[in-house]
């Protein structure tokens, strides 16, 4: 797998790219986003016993991230039936510079924070093939991103997430358990009305 960029930090295998997409194409991919919600709108997941996320969702890509009571799973099609939307160029292009020329990613999983919106530890491992990376893209509000280890527990390591950072989780990092413990609201302008977006793009099949 070749890797074009060197990253401004490796904290626990985690490759931090600092700032490294400017205002100009933040803007793009936030309009980029605009038009994938429209067609495929934001959800609150549920989480085992009957609770919703604070987080909302949504995907592109041939398959994207769904959950009911059966538990969380990759699927091809949104609960209306449709499949999700194209992986947009603008994103493509970043995964082709950060990760590889070799393979796309098959999901651009969408996370949206509002002010009070967090994601608790967890691993992500319903991937088939880790050696393909998680690559990261924040947009917006700062976040609190807590690393932790392989195994459940252990010391953390915490650092706030900027707009236009990107993250590749590969090799010992990308089974680690990780999660966003607050967003500092107000700290960014790319979003009218606030609040932090994420973009995972993975490899799933
Ligand atoms: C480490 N998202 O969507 S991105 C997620 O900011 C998720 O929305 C957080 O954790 C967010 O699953 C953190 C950083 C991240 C994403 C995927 C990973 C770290 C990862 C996959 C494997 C290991
Ligand atoms: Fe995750």
């Known amino acids: 797998m070749t890797n074009f960029e060197t990253p401004n930090l490796v ?18 991919l936030i309009s980029d986003l ?9 959800f609150s997941p549920h989480v085992p016993g009957g609770n919703k996320m604070s987080v909302k969702m949504t995907s592109a890509g041939k398959y994207g991230w769904f959950s009911d009571s059966k538990g969380y799973r990759y699927v091809s099609r949104q609960k209306n039936g449709n499949n999700w939307p194209q992986i947009p160029n603008s994103i493509m292009e970043i995964w082709q510079k950060f990760v590889s020329l070799e393979r796309n990613p098959d999901c651009c999983l969408i996370n949206y924070y509002s002010k009070d919106a967090k994601m608790g530890m967890h691993q992500d491992n319903d991937e088939a093939d880790f050696d393909w990376p998680v690559l ?10 807590r690393i932790g280890n392989v195994e459940k527990g252990g010391k953390t390591d915490s650092l706030w997430l900027n707009s236009g950072d ?14 966003i413990d607050r967003i ?6 790319l979003l009218k009305n606030g609040g932090r977006i994420n973009l995972t793009l993975r490899v799933v099949d």
């Open 11 to 28: 904290i626990r295998g985690f490759k931090i790219f600092k700032e490294r997409l400017d205002l100009n194409i933040q803007n793009d």
């Open 34 to 42: 605009r038009e994938i919600v429209k067609v495929a709108p934001l």
């Open 136 to 145: 990261s893209i924040s947009l917006g509000d700062d976040a609190l991103f």
């Open 166 to 179: 990107i993250i590749v989780m590969g090799d010992e990092a990308r089974l680690k358990y990780h999660g």
């Open 184 to 189: 500092r609201s107000g700290t960014s302008n």
